[in-house]
Antibody, heavy 115, light 111 residues
Framework: QVQLQESGPGLVKPSETLSLTCTVSGDSISNSYWSWIRQPPGKGLEWIGYMYYSGTSNYNPSLRSRVTISLDTSKNQFSLKLSSVTAADTAVYYC?????????WGQGTLVTVSS | QSVLTQPPSVSGAPGQRVTFSCTGSSSNIGAGYDVHWYQQLPGTAPKLLIYGNSNRPSGVPDRFSGSKSGTSASLAITGLQAEDEADYYCQSYDSSLSGWVFGGGTKLTVL
């Protein structure tokens, strides 16, 4: 049973960097692509980016200049960094596994950007 | 404005059949990229419902089915149940954006 769990601060100040970690159990992060998706309150899903353990990555063009996704194979974790955040980045952030599609999702973590 | 267009809402009575549309363009669905569908129950994370246009993951009832034609895709639910009340999202790849795109989502109300 694959499980993903997001962790990180629930409150980030404007202009600072949002940092989240996803801990994976039941699968090795060397086996699949891993992704971050977010959902602003009351709105739809927005793809942030994905990465493969080989280093192959792809990011949403609208966020590319501010986003970094990295993998830590020793801890079986992957992380998200989003810089220069504003209130528009307030959302529930989901980490997920990608095979043929996004087949496993974390429960999500709400990150609020506010001073 | 989402690259993939979904109607905001759909409704149906228990036992009925409902369909959800997902309209794209020549740079995504029309280019042959697969469409996937997700169900998001209130307050929960999305769940994969259909992958590769018409394939059901293990555990998804055969009441759910997907299809694709031209620049559009559809999700159908037969034998509608109260527990199906949720938001449904389509997702594909867009070559113009060089990335994944989601539809805006459709809220299903079971009357």
């Amino acid at each position: 049973q694959v499980q993903l769990q997001e962790s990180g601060p629930g409150l980030v100040k404007p202009s600072e960097t949002l940092s989240l970690t996803c801990t994976v159990s039941g699968d090795s992060i060397s086996n699949s692509y891993w992704s971050w998706i977010r959902q602003p309150p009351g709105k739809g899903l927005e793809w942030i980016g994905y990465m493969y353990y080989s280093g192959t990555s792809n990011y949403n063009p609208s966020l590319r200049s501010r986003v970094t996704i990295s993998l830590d194979t020793s801890k079986n974790q992957f992380s998200l960094k989003l810089s220069s955040v504003t209130a528009a980045d307030t959302a529930v952030y989901y980490c997920a596994r990608v095979t043929a599609a996004i087949d496993y999702w974390g429960q999500g973590t709400l990150v609020t950007v506010s001073s | 404005q989402s690259v993939l267009t979904q109607p905001p809402s759909v409704s149906g009575a228990p036992g009925q059949r409902v369909t959800f549309s997902c309209t794209g363009s020549s740079s995504n669905i029309g280019a042959g990229y697969d469409v996937h569908w997700y169900q998001q129950l209130p307050g929960t994370a999305p769940k994969l419902l259909i992958y590769g246009n018409s394939n059901r993951p293990s555990g998804v009832p055969d009441r759910f089915s997907g299809s694709k034609s031209g620049t559009s895709a559809s999700l159908a639910i037969t034998g509608l149940q109260a527990e199906d009340e949720a938001d449904y999202y389509c997702q594909s790849y867009d070559s113009s954006l060089s990335g994944w795109v989601f539809g805006g989502g459709t809220k299903l109300t079971v009357l």
